[in-house]
């Protein structure tokens, strides 16, 4: 992760509203009694990207190469399981960068740079013309 913020208890209460805002711009913040660290705060996209990553290498999308239909992403309540199918399926090579991006409504530099930042393997580049043009599709709906 790019950078982590040691924070006191007291030091919290106090400062708040900056410490928020740090973690809102990919800060993890550590709040820590008596030099010990109890609690982190950090982003909420970051948070559910990190479940979907740990989701997906505990339990991997086999062989299921099926595309993933925006109605589908649409009907799912839980924004969570959002991210668990589309990062399931970006991480099995099912689907590419920018159409990650897309399901999960996240312009496609924000999302790669959040994936650099939080050490989640970047599939760079198509693997044939349907996916090359997928991705311009997809940098141009941001």
């Known amino acids: ?3 982590t913020q ?5 030091d919290l209460a106090r400062n708040t509203h900056q410490i928020i805002r740090d973690a809102q711009r990919g800060q993890t913040i550590l709040i820590e009694n008596h030099g010990q660290a109890e609690v982190a705060i950090l982003d909420v996209l970051d948070y ?8 997906y290498y505990t339990h991997p ?15 799912m309540e839980d924004r969570q399981s959002v991210y668990d199918l589309s990062l399931s399926a970006y991480l099995a090579g099912s689907i590419s ?7 999960l409504e996240l312009p496609l530099l924000d999302l790669q740079a959040r994936f ?3 050490g989640v393997p970047l599939n760079l580049g198509a ?7 997928s991705e311009v ?3 141009r709906g941001f």
């Open 61 to 75: 999308l086999r062989g299921n190469r099926k595309v993933i239909s925006s109605l589908v992403i649409a009907k």
């Open 137 to 139: 599709e997809a940098a």
């Open 1 to 3: 992760m790019e950078s």
């Open 6 to 10: 040691r924070v006191r208890k007291t």
């Open 116 to 118: 650099i930042r939080l």
């Open 97 to 103: 960068l920018g159409r990650t991006a897309e399901l």
């Open 127 to 133: 693997k044939d013309k349907r996916d090359a043009k």
């Open 48 to 55: 559910y990207i990190l479940r979907a990553v740990s989701s």
